[in-house]
């Protein structure tokens, strides 16, 4: 399916946020995410469907000063 993430269009095969972190390279860091401009709690990923044209913001910590 279609998504946005991150401001570009990716297609998925991933049917939950959980499981597109993962094809998307992004399960094993520490990530903020929203879901259509709601934030998504790392607990709630396996259970929050994904749908065409879902927009998904994913956010890293950096470091810098």
């Keep these: 399916m279609k998504i946005e993430v991150n401001g570009e269009q990716r297609d998925i095969a991933a ?3 959980a499981k597109a972190l993962a094809e998307l390279g992004w399960s ?5 995410t929203a ?4 934030f998504v709690p790392a607990a709630a990923r396996g259970d929050t469907p994904l749908a065409p ?10 470091q810098g000063g």
């Design 15 to 17: 049917t939950d946020l």
């Design 53 to 62: 044209g879902d927009r998904l913001e994913v956010l890293t910590a950096m």
């Design 35 to 38: 879901l259509n401009g709601t």
């Design 28 to 32: 094993e860091l520490r990530v903020a």
